[in-house]
T-cell receptor, first 114, second 114 residues
């Protein structure tokens, strides 16, 4: 089955700096890669996603890049703010479209230092 | 708030007892999912259902059972056969396989078994 590795497990950055979280996946058939943000005790919420026919996608301060050849994708957050502090999860869809569920990385705890 | 409800928010049970977690959605979504989250871990797929009266095992189905008798409901039973049932359980839904990829999560049920 699919295996998703996520790094780092904890990331501390100064407010205003950029943060980058990286994930690798194992199943070359995967074609959907979402990123979720989870605040303490809350539900995960989708912040951005990318499909395999696109190399990069941007939404204001958040961007995701995908390298299908190397089987890795990354989340980039620019101009970080205190409200960006949370746990971020990457995921991959082994069957395409997420129909068979998602395989998640173990998460990155992002800490924004004032 | 996303149209997916889970009840109760907190659940306490004695070891050896079966317990059923509720998940209801009014989004008219075809697909529904159950994930388990442990501290410091990503989400792991337990069961999923793409259509009424049909469901599939995920990566960690042992010790769990589900039913999908109605489109809007996907209850999860944690049986006494589950070795480590204490966890945060999250239900999710998506519109339909092939039509939309995004999974929407419920608020979760935190189960404690002693």
């Amino acid at each position: 089955g699919e295996n998703v590795e996520q790094h780092p497990s904890t990331l501390s950055v100064q407010e205003g700096d950029s943060a980058v979280i990286k994930c690798t996946y194992s199943d070359s058939a995967s074609n959907y890669f979402p990123w979720y943000k989870q605040e303490l005790g809350k539900r995960p919420q989708l912040i951005i996603d990318i499909r395999s026919n696109v190399g990069e996608k941007k939404d204001q301060r958040i961007a995701v890049t995908l390298n299908k050849t190397a089987k890795h994708f990354s989340l980039h957050i620019t101009e970080t703010q205190p409200e960006d502090s949370a746990v971020y999860f990457c995921a991959a869809s082994p069957s395409g479209g997420g129909a068979d569920g998602l395989t998640f990385g173990k998460g990155t705890h992002l800490i924004i230092q004032p | 708030d996303g149209g997916i409800t889970q009840s109760p928010k907190y659940l306490f049970r004695k070891e050896g007892q079966n317990v059923t977690l509720s998940c209801e959605q009014n989004l008219n979504h075809d697909a529904m999912y159950w994930y388990r989250q442990d501290p410091g871990q990503g989400l792991r797929l337990i069961y999923y259902s793409q259509i009424v009266n049909d469901f599939q095992k995920g990566d960690i189905a042992e010790g769990y059972s589900v039913s999908r008798e109605k489109k809007e409901s996907f209850p999860l039973t944690v049986t006494s056969a589950q070795k480590n049932p204490t966890a945060f359980y999250l239900c999710a839904s998506s519109i339909a396989p092939g039509r939309s990829y995004e999974q929407y999560f419920g608020p979760g049920t935190r189960l404690t078994v002693t």
